[in-house]
């Protein structure tokens, strides 16, 4: 069905920026919504992004308000993490979510590494 590609993790140091990317396999203006999660070793997945496709409205994670932007890339047709002031504790895996109604699709993952 629906596929989901993300893209742009990698090491960082502590300060700098990373910039996601999802790109679906179809327009992300057929989903309701697109999120971004993340898991750390040991930990349970996290809300970091959220993004209320048709209208735009956005919604974050207190540990990343202010930092994290997610924004919709028409002419790409992503949905991408602008990841800026990263933090050791921001090192995880991230998942790229879409939902349309009842069906809920998620990608493989990126790695995002933030030294310290």
């Known amino acids: 069905q629906v596929h989901l590609v993300e893209s742009g993790g990698g090491l960082v140091q502590a300060g700098g920026w990373l910039r996601l990317s999802c790109a679906p396999s179809?327009?992300?203006?057929?989903?309701?919504?697109m999120s971004w999660y993340r898991q750390a070793p040991g930990k349970e997945r996290e809300l970091v992004a959220m993004?209320?496709?048709?209208?735009?409205?956005?919604e974050y994670a207190d540990s990343v308000a202010g930092r994290f932007f997610i924004l919709r890339q028409n002419a790409e047709n992503t949905v991408d993490l602008q990841m800026n002031s990263l933090k050791p504790e921001d090192t995880g895996v991230y998942f790229c979510q879409a939902t349309k109604l009842r069906q809920v699709t998620w990608g493989q993952g990126t790695q995002v590494t933030v030294s310290s």
């Open positions: 179809e327009s992300i203006y057929n989903f309701n919504t």
């Open positions: 993004i209320a496709v048709p209208g735009g409205r956005t």
